[in-house]
């Protein structure tokens, strides 16, 4: 989830990118997000894979759900792309998934995000 200017809680899938350096949101969120613009900001280019494309830096609070049910927040600043040629999905980059340790399980569709005092321990079968 991501909040957007109106305090709003907005539901957000991202797509786990290990190899992005930031978290961009899709285009699609450009009218929600835009009002969060850092006032000094200008238009910025991220550059990956798919070359240059141009987006806004924004703060804003993305949310998560904890297995209890309790409220997750990361904030900070983040992106969100202004074209949306750029990308179909938002993108989950290093600047928020470092702050845990992560477990990818496509056979069993699951994504954790783990922090203290959770963890994960690897054995032999």
């Known amino acids: 989830m991501v909040r957007a200017a109106d305090g709003q809680w907005v539901e957000v899938t991202f797509l786990l990118d290990a190899g992005a350096d930031r978290t961009a949101f899709s285009a699609r969120f450009l009218y929600l997000l835009k009002p969060l613009a850092k006032s000094e900001s200008e238009q910025c280019f991220l550059a990956g894979v798919g070359g240059i494309v141009g987006s806004i830096t924004i703060e804003t609070a993305i949310g998560f759900v904890r ?43 699951t994504v954790a995000l783990l922090s203290p005092p959770h963890y994960y321990e690897v054995k032999k079968a």
């Open 67 to 109: 297995d209890d049910d309790q409220p997750v927040r990361v904030r900070g600043a983040f992106h969100v792309f202004t074209e949306s040629e750029s990308s179909d999905l938002s993108v989950l980059g290093r600047d928020v998934t470092n702050n845990f340790g992560i477990i990818y399980d496509y056979p069993n569709q």
